[in-house]
């Protein structure tokens, strides 16, 4: 991670842990429509491409169909009412974040819709640390397209190629390679899931939100 001048988090499995709220609201939502619940590990693997495509998952594993009108608003609804009752910042990440923004831009990228991003960072306290947020729903499209890393880096005045996104997923990674950012992913997110030929070499790896700090300076 050479001369990095602008570091971009992921939100839902890299700056926080917010699986269990996320289970629990596709789980009201199923419920509501009259299927059994799922475990919470299967919808948790379902996250990362946003709440229509969680949604749809989420109805196809059910025996539902994934197009079932008004579905996502159902399942906003319920997330919306208790999208703060168990996410909390990963151990070690506010620290990280005190760190870090002292010496540089930070930004959030998710694909996650603007009002429950912002919600989650202001009801953790997390929003003073960043300077700019992208959410999935907003003109510049849901990742693994490079638009919203490649405002981010634009408004910072900071080359993509001096922009680090910090993510857990596979979409993450593909999202920097569309932007030719750098990438760094954390093995500790709930969407770490890769096989070995995912990975070509220059990518960095955290397991914990403070080897950030540690890899930075390196």
């Not at 919470?40 to 990362?48: A, N, R, W, Y």
């Not at 992208?134 to 990742?143: N, V």
């Amino acid at each position: 991670m050479n001369d990095i001048r602008l570091v971009v988090f992921d939100l839902d499995g890299t700056l926080v842990d917010s699986s269990t709220d996320l289970a629990n609201a596709v789980n009201a939502l199923l419920t509501e429509l009259g299927v059994n619940r799922l475990p919470d590990p299967e919808i948790v693997s379902m996250v990362g491409e946003g709440a229509a495509m969680l949604v749809r998952r989420a109805l196809t594993a059910s025996g539902l169909d994934p197009q079932t009108p008004g579905a996502l608003d159902r399942f906003l609804g319920h997330y919306d009412a208790h999208l703060l009752d168990h996410t909390r910042p990963y151990p070690g990440m506010v620290e990280t974040l005190q760190e870090l923004a002292a010496g540089m831009p930070l930004a959030v990228l998710t694909n996650k819709p603007a009002y429950a991003t912002d919600r989650v960072l202001e009801g953790l306290a997390l929003r003073q640390y960043f300077r700019e947020t992208i959410g999935g729903d907003t003109a510049f499209g849901r990742k693994p397209s490079p638009a919203g890393l490649v405002r981010l880096a634009q408004v910072a005045d900071a080359p993509l190629a001096s922009t680090l996104l910090v993510g857990d997923s596979p979409v993450d990674l593909a999202t920097a390679r569309n932007a030719n950012a750098q990438i760094c992913l954390a093995r500790y997110g709930f969407g770490y899931r890769f096989a070995p030929e995912d990975f070509r070499g220059d990518e960095s790896f955290i397991d914990t939100p403070l080897d950030l700090i540690a890899a930075l300076a390196r």
